[in-house]
Structures are given as C-alpha cells and as structure tokens.
Antibody
Framework: EVQLVESGGGLVQPGRSMKLSCAASGFTFSNYGMAWVRQAPTKGLEWVAT????????YYRDSVKGRFTISRDNAKSTLYLQMNSLRSEDTATYYC?????????????WGPGTMVTVSS | DIQMTQSPASLSASLGETVTIECRASEDIYSNLAWYQQKPGNSPQLLIY???SLADGVPSRFSGSGSGTQYSLKINSLQSEDVASYFC?????????FGAGTKLELK
C-alpha cells in the first residue's frame, strides 16, 4: 500500500525558514517523480514544486522560485521541501504527492498533509 | 497560466441521481486533464487522468470525457460517500493549474 506521511509543519514567523519532510513507503520511491501541492485554508489547490525520480531535475511555480528548494533522498525514501523567506501567502496545508508524467504532472497518491502557518 | 473554470461551484443532488461537473480550459489542453475528489477533512484522491482514464480502485460510476478546452466528470447513481469537493487539473502547460472546485452535497 502506497503511504506518504508529511512532517515538519507548524507556526513560523514571516521571513523565517521551515523544512518539510515526507516519508514514502509501499512503492519503489526511486522510480517516481514527486511533488508538493498546497492548499490555503478554504481555498483551492496549487502546485508548488516537482522533482524527477533521480533528483536531477526540479521545477517550481514562479511565486516560490528562489525561496523554496525541493530535494529527495532515495536511500531513505524521503522527500523534502526547504522553505526560506516565508510569507503570509505561503500559509497552507502542504501535501506530498507522487507525480505521474503526462505533458507535465498529475498526482496519483497524496499524503494527509502538514499545515504551515506563517504569522507573527 | 492556463485558467481552469469549473462549474457549478456547488451542487445539490439526490441519492441515485446522475451528476455532471464541467471544466473549461482557457486554451487547448489536449486531454491532459485530471479529476480529484476531496472528502471533508481529507486529502485529494485521483479519480480520472488523461481526461477519461479511471484511476485504480475508483468505482466505475465515475467517468470523464471531453477534449480541447471542454471536459466533464460524470457520477452515475450518486452514493452518500460521493459527498465531497471535486477539482479538475490541467497538466498540459507549465504550471499545472487547478479549477476552483465543485462542492457536491446531498439534497
């Protein structure tokens, strides 16, 4: 059974940093691209970043480029999202997802999410 | 960015009814479209990909169709467990974009 479990969320002040982790199990992690998708409170879904199966390629939405870094450790089956210079508009539930390739990506498995609140 | 316009924003239907949710893209997305179901308090789950392919484990009462800029999700014989929000997503162009969602309730 595919399982994705996020951790590392919480309350953080604007301008500070936070690192999210996602532990994956139930599939061969190193064979799949992975992504982070977020959802602000009572809002819709927003793709954040994707990393290729081997970590050689990364992709970001414009609003997080230069501030967020997606990475992975295939030996540990773990995905990461380093978030720097956080803003109030980054407040959201962050979902770890397994990414499947079409032209770009759709997401066939999702974790339960971890909440990030950026506030002073 | 490609804009995904979903309709209706909310919908109330009776058990056993057939429900259709529409999604319109601001340009041709060549069937690179997925549908997700999000039950209250839960994370989204993939229902449909490539506009009309059913994801593993999804009941056959769900179906997707469409092409070009117009797509739809149909739920036959509505069940109580189908109460949820539904989102479309295009993955033809960078960045992936989602519709605003349709909230489905029971009448």
């Amino acid at each position: 059974e595919v399982q994705l479990v996020e951790s590392g969320g919480g309350l953080v002040q604007p301008g500070r940093s936070m690192k999210l982790s996602c532990a994956a199990s139930g599939f061969t992690f190193s064979n799949y691209g992975m992504a982070w998708v977020r959802q602000a409170p009572t809002k819709g879904l927003e793709w954040v970043a994707t990393i290729s199966y081997d970590g050689s390629s990364t992709y970001y939405r414009d609003s997080v480029k230069g501030r967020f870094t997606i990475s992975r450790d295939n030996a540990k089956s773990t995905l990461y999202l380093q978030m720097n210079s956080l803003r109030s508009e980054d407040t959201a539930t962050y979902y770890c997802t397994r990414a499947r390739t079409g032209a770009y990506w759709y997401f066939d498995f999702w974790g339960p999410g971890t909440m990030v609140t950026v506030s002073s | 960015d490609i804009q995904m316009t979903q309709s209706p924003a909310s919908l109330s239907a009776s058990l056993g009814e057939t429900v259709t949710i529409e999604c319109r893209a601001s340009e041709d997305i060549y069937s690179n479209l997925a549908w997700y179901q999000q039950k209250p308090g839960n994370s989204p789950q993939l229902l449909i990909y490539d506009a009309n392919s059913l994801a593993d484990g999804v009941p056959s009462r769900f179906s997707g169709s469409g092409s070009g800029t117009q797509y739809s999700l149909k739920i036959n014989s509505l069940q109580s467990e189908d109460v949820a929000s539904y989102f479309c997503q295009q993955y033809n162009n960078y960045p992936d974009t989602f519709g605003a969602g349709t909230k489905l309730e029971l009448k």
